[in-house]
């Protein structure tokens, strides 16, 4: 086995985040299985789970350019704590709506709108934290990686317990864990110590402090062209995920074991990814990489949506799930790579603005998109203009490397 996967668990403060984040994450991935489970449940709308996704994921797109300089102002070690904490107790009234039998549409849809705020709060702060936690800034890449691989992981195991606890003893059960998965990673944080807290300038003013963030961001080309390409991957080459739930029903004939079968093919796919990146340290292949993965991963939804045999299309999903991690982990390392390190935290709220924060609208877009033309001609849909995506990419990194050179 290659050690150098592993590198960045020799930094103490990084082992216990990453174990915290591994239980958590599962959680969390259960928690996802069962809510689109839940809202298809209640209502066989693909619309009303665009719907879902739409509200948790849309505070990303409108607040993650303000968190970012939260970030940037303010110890990241405690604000990840606290924001923690507020997802344990979303978590734990979800678990007890549904486990009381009071849960209606209206309740998951106001109760992700909170995760989704939340989430736009940490995810800033998550991605930039974990410079904070090696001992070894050339870990910086592999530490990304890793982060990627214990999400994939749970990608991977999680769907698959969620679909036997649905089967067995309700959405409600798996809320319920969720909710106790979030002390694990409290109790992580609680128990790091950085020893030489980084410098925090907070001369400027929360508006300047923005406004230099996207002059910074958007002035570099390499900077600008992965952010923009991102966002537009993420409204069509990442929606499709949140439509596995009618895919899996309506398509393969299934239940909730198809859908954790299909998440956990993408899991494993997204996992062997991760590995894969964890493994390398230059990162000068990693435009390749994005040039490479964004077209597979349109082909390969362009072949699900023609497919309804489930083996067939867990082998796309797989690709589908390896080429989303080959392209958005080479995106979120050149990035940290390429930003100063008192800029970061603006940056990154850049990035998951472009990752996370414009999914909802491709989830939204694509509900709608589906519930007129149907489930695999958007599906097919996805696939092309994600293809295209990918060959604007390659075009303008071309570009912009004729002009460095």
């Not at 039998?101 to 849809?109: E, S």
């Not at 940290?336 to 998951?352: A, E, I, P």
């Not at 998109?369 to 293809?387: D, E, H, Q």
Request: proline fraction near 3%; hydrophobic fraction near 50%; glycine fraction near 8%.
């Amino acid at each position: 086995m290659n050690l150098r996967i592993f590198s960045s668990l020799h930094s103490r403060k990084y082992r216990i985040y990453f174990i915290g984040q591994s239980v958590s994450l599962i959680g969390t991935w259960m928690y996802n299985i069962a809510l689109g489970w839940l809202v298809y449940r209640l209502t066989d709308s693909v619309f009303l789970l665009g719907l879902v996704g739409f509200t948790s994921q849309i505070p990303n797109l409108v607040l993650t350019p303000f968190t970012g300089v939260i970030t940037d102002r303010h110890n990241r070690l405690r604000l990840m704590t606290v924001t923690q904490v507020m997802f344990l107790l979303q978590a734990s009234a979800m678990a007890l709506l549904v486990l009381t039998n009071l849960v209606q549409v209206w309740h998951v849809v106001a109760l992700s709108l909170v995760a989704g705020t939340i989430g736009a709060f940490d995810a800033p702060v998550r991605h930039s934290l974990v410079i904070d936690l090696i001992d070894n800034p050339n870990d910086l890449g592999n530490a990304i990686a890793l982060n990627s691989a214990v999400f994939n992981s749970a990608r991977l195991i999680g769907p698959a317990v969620a679909g036997f606890v649905i089967s067995f003893a309700g959405e409600g059960f798996c809320f319920l864990l969720n909710a106790l998965s979030y002390v694990a990673v409290v109790y992580a944080l609680t128990c790091i110590k950085i020893d030489k807290p980084r410098a925090i300038d907070r001369t400027s003013n929360y508006k300047k402090g923005f406004s230099n963030g996207v002059k910074y961001t958007f002035s570099q080309p390499k900077i600008s062209t992965l952010i923009i390409t991102l966002a537009c991957f993420s409204v069509c080459g990442l929606s499709y995920v949140n439509l596995l739930p009618a895919y899996a029903k309506t398509l393969l004939g299934g239940g909730p074991k198809t859908l954790g079968f299909l998440m956990s093919a993408l899991g494993a796919g997204a996992l062997l990814g991760a590995l894969y990146m964890a493994s390398r340290r230059d990162t000068k292949a990693m435009p390749r990489l994005i040039s490479f993965g964004i077209p597979i991963l349109g082909l390969s939804l362009m072949l699900a949506s023609k497919c309804n045999i489930p083996v067939l299309s867990a082998l796309f999903f797989f690709a589908c799930g390896l080429t989303m991690i080959l392209s958005s982990s080479s995106i979120n390392i050149l990035l940290q790579s390429l930003s100063d390190d008192n800029m970061r935290g603006r940056v990154m709220s850049f990035y998951t603005m472009a990752m996370m924060g414009m999914t909802p609208v491709g989830n939204l877009l694509v509900g709608s998109v589906a519930s007129k033309i149907g489930l695999n001609n958007a599906l097919l849909f996805c696939g092309i203009i994600t293809i295209v995506i990918g060959a604007l990419y390659t075009w303008r990194r071309k570009v912009i490397e004729q002009m460095a050179n």
